[in-house]
């Protein structure tokens, strides 16, 4: 989600407003036969010794491919911005690696993600305790306690996975507590915080341009005719009906045209992201590509462009089963104001959001006449919304504040590390705030041509693109490698 990314499994589904897209989702898996989740005491303040307060932190382990022997790795697959799931423990690039070296697997749920609360609700008093670095706390804790309770040697290597927001955290918790952490895979993870994070959107112009330059074209006269309607109410009337809006659109209302455009973006933008990423489930909307909104957008049978960008919205939400598209900003900010904990899986709109607004920003926007979306989602949209979510306190000044930060502690794209391997997709729109090259032969990076957001960590299948295949021989190259130095 956030936007829906969330790692884990974020939804993207028009009408989900707001989101800021990430994450890793779950693998398909046919079996009903899952560990079982388990609980561990965890500290709340890791940077105040005199709070001895805790809480109980979600994970799973699967001990199938360990037989105890002292030299045998530990996996620890890291937990994000979304629910963890149990699936991850029985399928994926990182089981099949496990399977290969007899590891020790792990997955440590996300603070203030899933069923890991450790607050009573999500007030922003509490939110406090949500940052990455109360997070990476939290895994050097659960590493040390789990080396006690299984009885590892220091030959019990550790090693940490993450795609996404948690691809950032395996590189980060590989650089801040090295003598827990042998070495990170860290997949499709964006390392330089950022407030307008424009190049976003740049990415899906480019990957909708691997369909077709007539795509690209058509979505951009869509926009512009889009843009022209929302300079008066007749044209807000004619939106109303082509987009089959939920209620009427006033645009004079900044907020809701900022929140209508962004969400029809959000409708390329969220096919892109997990084009063909292996995850494929039963959910239709999953199986959506980049190909199938292409051919809409270049079929002049539907009508000019906007009836075209219409079609797509149409696809999309008959997909996710909604009648109309909900685009209001105030019910969005309604929804992310609510600090009761949901038990829907989806729902970590406002952790992600808090998180945004304090650590990172990675706002996708669309600032300019000349961007393919338009002009109608610049920054302050952005920064509007976590002001009006938590409060004045929150504006431009703590973003800018947070994100500085943020790059001095972990060091943005210059982090200096060893034996962390970087992973991105040519598709995937976050590889632009990555490490998608590196000369560096401790801390390589693997740039895979054509795949999508994480595709590397999906259970591998015979019919993944050749550089698919190869980008996971290089990841057993370094894990073979890694795994036989000591130092
Ligand atoms: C570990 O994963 C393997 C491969 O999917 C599975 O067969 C096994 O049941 C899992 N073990 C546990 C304890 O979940
Ligand atoms: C939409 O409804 C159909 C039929 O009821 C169901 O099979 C499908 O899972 C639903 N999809 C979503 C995204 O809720
Ligand atoms: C739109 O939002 C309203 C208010 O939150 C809700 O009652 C309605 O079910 C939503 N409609 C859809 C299609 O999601
Ligand atoms: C979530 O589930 C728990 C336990 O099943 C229940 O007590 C609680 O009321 C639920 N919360 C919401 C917001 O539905
Ligand atoms: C953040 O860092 C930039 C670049 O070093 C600097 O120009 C800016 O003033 C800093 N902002 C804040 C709020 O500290």
């Given amino acids: 989600m956030l936007r829906a990314v969330g790692i884990l499994l974020i939804i993207v589904a028009a009408g989900d407003c707001l989101k800021r897209r990430l994450g890793l989702r779950e693998p398909l898996v046919e079996t009903l036969n899952l560990p079982k989740e388990q609980w561990f005491n965890q500290k709340l303040d890791h940077y105040k010794p005199t709070d001895l307060r805790t809480w109980q932190q979600r994970y799973y382990v699967n001990d199938t491919f360990f037989n105890g022997s002292p030299n045998s790795p530990v996996f620890l697959m890291i937990g994000g911005e979304g629910e963890a799931s149990a699936k991850w423990m029985v399928a994926g690039a990182w089981i099949e690696y496990a399977q290969t070296f007899g590891a020790l697997c792990f997955q440590l749920e996300h603070r203030f993600y899933g069923k890991s609360r450790p607050t009573e609700d999500m007030s922003v008093e509490n939110l406090q305790f949500l940052n990455s670095e109360q997070a990476l706390a939290d895994l050097a804790n659960f590493i040390v306690s789990m080396n006690a309770a299984y009885n590892l040697q220091n030959g019990n290597k550790w090693i940490a996975f993450g795609g996404s927001y948690p691809g950032s955290l395996a590189a980060w918790l590989r650089y801040k507590y090295p003598h827990l952490v042998h070495a990170s895979i860290s997949s499709s993870g964006p390392l330089l915080a950022l407030a307008d994070f424009r190049d976003y959107f740049e990415v899906v112009k480019a990957s909708l341009g691997t369909s077709s330059i007539d795509c690209v074209s058509s979505v951009k006269m869509a926009n512009k005719h889009l843009t022209k309607l929302l300079t008066d109410q007749s044209g807000g009337e ?55 909104v292409c051919n809409i957008m270049t079929n002049t049978k539907l009508g000019d462009p906007i009836d075209r960008y219409a079609e797509v919205n149409n696809l999309l939400l008959r997909v996710t089963n909604q009648t109309c598209l909900n685009y209001t900003y105030e019910e969005s900010i309604k929804d992310l104001s609510n600090t009761v904990w949901s ?145």
């Fill in 343 to 487: 038990n829907s899986s989806t729902e970590a709109g406002r952790q992600w959001t808090y998180q945004t607004c304090v650590e990172f920003g990675f706002y996708q926007t669309s600032t300019e006449e000349s961007d393919l979306f338009g002009p109608n989602f610049p920054l302050k949209f952005f920064i509007q919304q976590c002001r009006d979510i938590f409060g004045e306190g929150f504006g431009k000044e703590l973003l800018e504040e947070g994100i500085n930060r943020t790059n001095t502690i972990y060091g943005d794209l210059h982090l200096k590390v060893k034996r962390v391997l970087f992973v991105h997709g040519s598709i995937d729109p976050w590889h632009a705030l990555g490490i998608i090259s590196s000369q560096n032969p401790d801390a390589p990076a693997v740039f895979i041509k054509g795949t999508a957001h994480c595709a590397n960590m999906y259970p591998s299948k015979n019919d993944d693109l050749p550089q698919l295949k190869e980008a996971r021989k290089t990841e057993i190259h370094y894990l073979k490698l890694w795994l036989n130095q000591d130092d």
């Fill in 238 to 292: 004619l939106l109303t009906k082509k987009f089959r809006l939920c209620s009427p659109l006033d645009v004079s209302n900044d907020n809701d045209v900022s929140n209508l455009a962004e969400s029809l973006a959000d409708n390329f933008a969220g096919i892109v992201q997990y084009n063909k990423d292996n995850r494929i489930t039963s959910d239709p909307a999953s199986k959506i590509t980049i190909d199938d």
